[in-house]
């Protein structure tokens, strides 16, 4: 299970070992606002009904530290499987992530400066923060 902390939402993922492959299955379960969690599933951002799920493959741990170790993946949304990398950092019983995602590599076109000009006020940032807790089931 990892949890996406900022977003109090739990995004359920399938057993794993580290390095693994983790699949994906955006749930918002704790928004309550129906015509928001309608549009982030729509074709504009996420388009779940053609893509249900994403894909964290992880495919390499390199030490920092004894607490931290970077994780080089392959994430796949939409679709569109493209690298990225983050620090892990291991805590009691779980590891914690901070992942960054550029949106637009993905095609999440909708109000992107990388895809629209002069969008003012209405712009929406590129990149977006996962907050990620991911249990250690021993």
Request: no cysteine; hydrophobic share 40%.
């Amino acid at each position: 299970k990892i949890w996406n902390k900022k977003n109090k939402k739990n995004i359920v993922a399938k057993e794993a070992t580290l390095p693994g492959i983790f699949l994906i299955f955006p749930r918002p379960n704790r928004v309550t606002n129906k015509k928001f969690i309608s549009h982030l599933k729509s074709d504009d951002f996420f388009g779940v009904n053609k893509h249900p799920k994403a894909k964290l493959s992880i495919t390499k741990f390199t030490k920092i530290d004894s607490k931290k170790s970077k994780a080089d993946a392959m994430l796949t949304i939409k679709g569109i499987t493209n690298p990225i990398s983050f620090v892990v950092e291991k805590k009691d019983s779980f590891y914690s992530a901070e992942i960054i995602v550029d949106r637009s590599k993905y095609d999440i076109k909708y109000r992107s400066s990388s895809f629209f000009e002069n969008l003012g006020d209405k712009l929406i940032y590129d990149e977006f923060k996962l907050d990620v807790e991911i249990a250690l089931n021993l």
